[in-house]
């Protein structure tokens, strides 16, 4: 039987499985974790909104009626594009090697700390789940240190680098989540003496989106009592802050990078195998027509250039869907139509009552986009049960102010003393 081989179970990977579970193949899907990740919602897990179940179900169970999938945990090394095999580490230790008739890479992207990985010990990224995780215990562990601290207004000082999407709504959570749903439980800690700073070097906040939705954006963050500084090109980050290039000095005991993202180093040995080219970031150059790197291998997603699409999840789920009709459509014979990608637009959160989306000619903000945010966000989570927890928490959050997820995983340990 035609065996394609999946690697990476992002939005483009999980799309090419599914798009082919009535198809006449045996599908291996492989990722490094057992999980599917919605990425768009890993900050709400960061800022104690939501668990991480409810953006990260097991691909075991999303594909548990799906017989002709199966799931590989291991993490792909390299590729022998000649022999038509995946070298793949496995859990035990050991190493394998999986061959396929059709493969699809999908392995998505990474934080760039353009060239300043050093920066990342004291401005981790929030790529996976279990940065996110992390990231919610240093976030709490500053306001319970600020409580017992001398100076509490060091570690209620908080700055988010990079004002995309991911920034702005990190930024507006991180607002909502000192300033409503931690209030009264730290009796001991005066709202005044929090400090939350989000800054980019480019010259706007969202800059993908149109100047009336970056101008509301921008407002409604001053408005929850954020400092927005663009035009902030950072220098240099150590465990107390950062420093613009114009000298700026931002206070800082916890800082999130949001800045920058490169493709997986996969695309590069992607490309090394199969002779392709990438381009400045690291993505692979793949045909526009079907996403084609040669006649048995594809590549998807943020690791792949098609047509300089963005980095977001419409991409990568449109990809996935056409490589699943391309594959099928080439077993049966037959041709398909050209990719053509369908711009469904851009959006970003603000604070639960609020957002902004650009689709097409309509800018949407306040609760009329809140509502348009939700709806999207909502109808590509996998698993109704998701869906469920999901507007469950959102709902609970709006009328009490309150966080479905305030833990520390981490217990405290004391000190080693001669």
């Not at 009329?368 to 996998?382: S, T, Y």
């Not at 981490?410 to 001669?418: D, T």
Request: proline letters at 5%.
């Amino acid at each position: 039987m035609h065996r394609v081989v999946v690697v990476g179970g992002g939005f483009g990977g999980l799309g090419v499985v599914r798009g082919l579970k009535r198809a006449p193949v045996e599908v291996v899907l492989i990722d490094r974790t057992n999980h599917h990740l919605f990425q768009p919602l890993l900050y709400q897990v960061a800022t104690a909104l939501l668990s991480a179940g409810d953006i990260a179900p097991a691909f075991r169970a999303i594909l548990r009626k799906q017989r002709n999938a199966r799931v590989l945990l291991g993490e792909v090394t390299g590729f022998d594009a000649q022999a038509k095999k995946v070298h793949v580490d496995l859990p035990d230790g050991t190493s394998r090697t999986t061959s396929y008739d059709t493969l699809v890479v999908a392995a998505g992207s990474q934080d760039s700390y353009f060239g300043h990985g050093d920066w990342a010990e004291d401005a981790p990224p929030m790529k996976t789940l279990e940065q996110a995780v992390g990231l919610r215990s240093k976030l709490l562990k500053a306001f319970e240190t600020a409580v017992v601290a001398d100076d509490p207004k060091q570690w209620l000082s908080f700055a988010v680098v990079g004002a995309g999407p991911t920034g702005v709504e990190l930024a507006g959570q991180l607002a909502d989540l000192a300033r409503r749903a931690l209030k009264g439980q730290f009796r001991e800690i005066d709202p005044r003496d929090i400090r939350i700073t989000l800054l980019d070097a480019v010259p706007h906040v969202l800059p993908p989106f149109s100047a009336p939705l970056r101008e509301h954006a921008r407002a409604k963050l001053e408005q929850l009592g954020v400092t927005v500084m663009t035009n902030a090109m950072v220098e240099a980050i150590d465990e107390t802050g950062l420093t613009t290039e114009d000298g700026d000095r931002v206070e800082a005991r916890t800082i999130i990078w949001a800045a920058g993202v490169q493709a997986s180093p996969l695309a590069r040995k992607l490309a090394e195998a199969t002779g392709a080219e990438v381009d400045r970031k690291g993505r692979i150059l793949v045909n526009p027509a079907d996403c084609s790197v040669t006649d048995e291998v594809f590549a998807i997603g943020d690791m792949a250039n098609l047509d300089n699409l963005p980095g977001i999840a419409e991409p990568a789920i449109q990809e996935g869907h056409h490589v699943a009709r391309v594959i099928e459509a080439r077993l049966n014979n037959q041709k398909t139509k050209p990719f053509k990608y369908l711009d469904l637009g851009t959006m970003a959160t603000i604070s639960p009552g609020d957002a902004v989306a650009d689709v097409k000619k309509l800018r949407l903000k306040g609760i009329i986009g809140k509502a348009a945010w939700a709806g999207v966000h909502i109808a590509f989570l996998v698993g109704w049960r998701n869906r469920v927890a999901v507007l469950a928490q959102w709902g609970w959050n709006i009328v009490t102010g309150r966080r479905a997820q305030p833990i520390i995983l981490e217990p405290m340990h004391a000190i080693e003393r001669k």
